[in-house]
Structures are given as structure tokens and as C-alpha cells.
């Protein structure tokens, strides 16, 4: 048991370090930081621009529709590419016997995507007014 906990000592010490790097950062910002409150640093600022307007005002639901299609393309992409890799190197992780029925079944997943794409491109989501 003692030979065990001697092997996490680095560990220990890392983690002793970075927290006591922590807290000496956290207290010299509070030691020497600035204090003067002025009206221009109390108020909201968002990528370099002024705030104007409520903050709460509404969205087209547009902008989420097109949110959406991003994402499942994203994901797409993420569950695409392993499986491409896999498949097409010179010496394939696939095994033989499977590679039909999972190429079949990525089609099935490019069809679904592709008929997604083609509703919402009738369904006018990518028409801006």
C-alpha cells in the first residue's frame, strides 16, 4: 500500500502547486488591481460595440432555424470523418464482412441529411426578408 502512494506524490505536489499558483494570482489582482469605479466600466460592453436597446428584444426564429441546420451539419462532419478514416486506409479497421453493411447504413444517415436539407430549403428557412 505504501509502495502504491509513493508513485502519486508528483501528483500531490502538482496539484499543491498549480492551487497555490491559483491563489496567489486571485490575491494579487485583489491586492493591486485598480478600484475606481467609473460609468463606463460598470456598463455592459459585447464585441467591441455600445449596447443599444433592450436586452431582451426578440430574434427572427430565422436566426435559430439556421442555428439548427449548422449543428447537424456539424455533427454530421463529426460522425463522417472517423468512419472515412476507418474505411479508407491502406489497411482498413473495418472488418471485411461489415463494410457493405456500414457503408450502407452512412448512406442511409447521408440520405436522411440530404432529404433535411432539401425540406428546409422548400420550407424557405434559407430566404432572408
Known sequence: MDFELQSYYPVFIYLAAVI???????????????????PVKTMPYESGMDPVGDARRRFDVKFYLIAIMFLVFDVELLFLYPWAVAAYRERAILPPELRSTIFCGILIFVALLVISYVYDWRKGVFRWR
Do not use: F, N, Y
Not at 490575491?27 to 469605479?37: D, F, M, N, S, Y
Open 20 to 38: 497555490a499558483v491559483v491563489l496567489a494570482t486571485l490575491v494579487a489582482a485583489h491586492l493591486i488591481g485598480p478600484r475606481k469605479e467609473t
